[in-house]
């Protein structure tokens, strides 16, 4: 028999918990033995709880208690989850963990010390909830060289901007539906702002590319600034916006990673997953596209990820060899300012046929785009191809004009 204890009993907790006693017996056969928890850490008593003979509240139990063999973080934050973790590695146990802060964060460092005791550190969960994509790219994509990867990463956002595009809802009245049902938090400040996205890149990024890319290093924009004008323009030039995360490899080794809201085409593999729904994008050279589909967060589909690697960590012998990053202090992020892009730009002018004249002779041919009741003063166009670099320096040439969005065009 297996002996595990679970560290964390809120949403995703619970439903660990939940999960793990019932669907025992097909556990019981896949592992080939049986799982029972012996703890549950958490500061609060469950009195009415089945399991409230389980509980405990000291973490050293866990620590000292060589019965347990694989340990299940699902605490959230970085500490104490990060101290917690690495004294259960260091002591010989595996552990498994949906918390993206922690895996984004210290993932190197804890795979390391996951590697130099023999027990592995599993975070399927941490990246699209009950989505497989970690043990996909470190196992069934092997095979390819990663290019790029692209997604939305956020349910959360995506439900308020799918909310936006079809309802035509305000964004401050979506995220209040968002918090009345659940999806956003009341300080909904790590999915709006983009924090929560960039973090989901990270682990993605540093698996892919095998060094370790740190959140501090990505450029991060949420979409607290995207209004309702900008989703009618973009519905006039054929297509949406939401929150992607993109990383890609450079040809200096350096690793183009950002987040940030982007227009995508109505025809784009990305451009129609709605609601709390989440989709990464793979592009390898040998498969072409990937995609991966489903819901992003929710209490039973990131337990069942977290399940799966308990059942993976019980049934494996010695640490995991293909997953792993480099544990490195560089910054791995590349430039954004040489890289070829678009935007969609939205501004007014004090003099609009001036302004046209300017635009036209700054950017060449744009893509016009209009709405209902556009005012005269107000100016939407998509530009055409050009680095950043250069397309902001124009931006910057321009007078007489107030620049009222500026949002990337991307082609997924």
Known sequence: MAKIAVMGHGVVGSGVVEVLYKNRESITRRTGQEIDIKY??????????????????????????????????????????????RKCLEKGKSVATSNKELVASKGAELLRIAREN?????????????????????????????????GILNGTTNFILTKMIRESMSFEDALKLAQ???????????????????RKICILASLAFSNHIYPQNVPTEGITKITLEDVEYAGNWGGVIKLIGVAK????????????????????????VDDVFNAVLVRGDA???VVFYGKGAGKLPTASAVVADV????????????LYWNETEDNFVGSHEKIDTSFYLRMTADDAAAAKQQIAALFGDVQTLSRKHQPENELAF????????????KLDSLHGVDILSKIRVLDY
């Not at 998509?382 to 250069?390: A, L, M, N, P, R």
């Open 40 to 85: 549950i850490l958490d500061l609060r008593d469950f009195p009415d709880s089945p399991f409230h003979d389980k509980f405990i509240k000291d973490f050293s139990l866990i620590e000292n208690d060589d019965e347990i063999s694989v340990v299940v973080e699902v605490m959230g934050g970085l500490e104490p989850a990060f101290t917690y973790v």
């Open 118 to 150: 023999n027990v592995n550190f599993f975070f399927e969960a941490s990246v699209g909830g009950g989505i497989p994509i970690i043990r996909p790219l470190h196992q069934c994509l092997a095979a390819n060289e990663i290019r790029e990867i692209a």
């Open 180 to 198: 009345q049902l659940g999806y956003a938090e009341r300080d909904p400040s790590a999915d709006v702002n983009g924090d929560d996205a960039c």
């Open 249 to 272: 490899k450079m040809e200096d080794g350096k690793v183009l990673t950002f987040v940030s809201p982007a227009l995508l085409h109505g025809d784009s593999q990305l451009a129609n």
């Open 287 to 289: 498969t072409g596209d």
């Open 311 to 322: 059942i993976d960590v019980v049934k494996a012998h010695g640490s995991s060899k293909s």
């Open 382 to 393: 998509v530009t055409g191809t050009d680095t950043d670099e250069k397309l902001q320096a």
